[in-house]
């Protein structure tokens, strides 16, 4: 398998690292990596970059990662801090060539709890923040913010807290420069999966993306397309999990063909016209790669033999296959083969 010559080096960097697990996170186009270590072994965490470049990133006390985004002028990375209070509150760093710095997230409020920011990136610029917040962990709502020269406007509800469980938020900036964020929702009997819009600088009102059903769908993850976007999820049937995809055209959603039995934790990586799509197969305990097209219909998949954790691995591929990398430093590699 012919990787190019810098993802192989950022691969061979993550394999030198120590042997205790550490975090990895990858943007979602692939091409920088954070690599956090384990608290107890320091603060710094290391930036991977598709050139070859490293970079180091001072965090802070108690900082949980969970997001990396590139920008045309460098990179962001998200997550969240405790305050001196103890409320858990949105943390963002700002890099380039130059260094790094805490960009101020915008402002929080009495609410202990904020989790999951997700940027807004449009044409390589920083437009808005998307996050939970609540009281408690069982009643988050959604709100999101818009990003106004050097600061925020003000931020927004877009689905207030309410008594059921919102959360697994992910959020993306579409072609025609609306923004699309969708999440899991409670409605009183199960999770659904609802998305809201903003168009002209105004949200719709949330509105599930499926038909209603008596069964839990959890975890969505979204990427553009030209004229839409795509979302795929987990939906409880038969006894388990299985992956389902469905398709925005700019106006509905349209649920796509074809099942993945065992499908979890779903995430995108690629380009906008020919996205990958990564999910967790507990049965066999690995990771399935889904190149699709801009449509959403599968072309060819490709099966590795782990990582054996949920955790998302760092993802490489070429014309040949895919070489996924799990914090462990454990490598594993799927060739591309017909749908099914």
């Known amino acids: 398998m012919s990787l190019r010559p810098s993802f192989v080096l950022a691969l061979a960097v993550l394999a030198s690292a120590p042997g205790r697990a550490s975090q990895v996170v990858q943007s979602a186009g692939g091409g920088t990596i954070l690599q956090v270590p384990p608290a107890s072994t320091g603060r710094f965490a290391r930036l991977l970059f598709s050139d070859g470049r490293e970079q180091q990133l001072r965090l802070p006390v108690g900082v949980e990662v969970t997001g990396?985004?590139?920008?045309?002028?460098?990179?962001?990375?998200?997550?969240?801090?405790?305050?001196?209070?103890?409320?858990?509150?949105?943390?963002?760093?700002l890099g380039d060539r130059r260094g790094s710095r805490e960009l101020l997230a915008p402002p929080a409020t009495a609410l202990a709890i904020q989790r999951r920011p997700e940027p807004l990136v449009e044409a390589g610029e920083l437009v808005g923040l998307a996050w939970l917040e609540g009281a408690a962990a069982g009643g988050l709502g959604v709100r999101a913010a818009a990003r106004s020269g050097s600061g925020w406007a003000a931020p927004e509800w877009v689905a207030k807290p309410g008594p059921g469980s919102q959360l697994s938020l992910d959020a993306s900036v579409l072609a025609d420069g609306s923004w699309l964020l969708v999440w899991s929702a409670f409605d009183g009997?199960?999770?659904?999966?609802?998305?809201?819009?903003?168009?002209?600088?105004?949200?719709?009102?949330?509105?599930?993306?499926?038909?209603?059903?008596?069964?839990?769908?959890?975890?969505?993850?979204?990427?553009?397309?030209?004229?839409?976007?795509?979302?795929?999820?987990?939906?409880?049937?038969?006894?388990?999990?299985?992956?389902?995809?469905?398709?925005?055209?700019?106006?509905?959603?349209?649920?796509?063909?074809?099942?993945?039995?065992?499908?979890?934790?779903?995430?995108?990586?690629?380009?906008?016209?020919?996205?990958?799509?990564?999910?967790?197969?507990?049965?066999?305990?690995?990771?399935?790669?889904?190149?699709?097209?801009?449509?959403?219909?599968?072309?060819?998949?490709?099966?590795?033999?782990?990582?054996?954790?949920?955790?998302?691995?760092?993802?490489?591929?070429?014309?040949?296959?895919?070489?996924?990398?799990?914090?462990?430093?454990?490598?594993f590699t799927g060739r591309w083969r017909s749908p099914r």
Do not use: C, H
């Not at 985004?69 to 209070?85: E, F, H, I, K």
């Open 68 to 93: 990396l985004a590139d920008l045309a002028s460098g990179w962001l990375a998200s997550g969240t801090v405790a305050d001196p209070g103890g409320a858990r509150r949105i943390w963002l760093a």
């Open 189 to 331: 009997e199960d999770d659904e999966i609802v998305a809201a819009r903003r168009s002209r600088g105004a949200w719709e009102k949330p509105e599930r993306i499926a038909a209603d059903n008596r069964v839990p769908d959890i975890t969505p993850a979204l990427t553009p397309t030209r004229d839409g976007a795509l979302v795929a999820w987990s939906r409880y049937q038969g006894g388990s999990y299985a992956l389902v995809r469905s398709a925005f055209d700019g106006q509905s959603w349209r649920e796509l063909a074809g099942v993945e039995r065992g499908g979890l934790y779903p995430l995108f990586r690629g380009e906008v016209a020919q996205p990958d799509l990564l999910f967790f197969d507990p049965r066999r305990a690995g990771w399935t790669v889904l190149e699709l097209d801009e449509r959403g219909a599968v072309v060819r998949r490709a099966e590795a033999a782990g990582p054996a954790s949920d955790a998302p691995p760092v993802m490489v591929r070429d014309q040949d296959g895919v070489r996924l990398r799990a914090s462990s430093g454990e490598e």
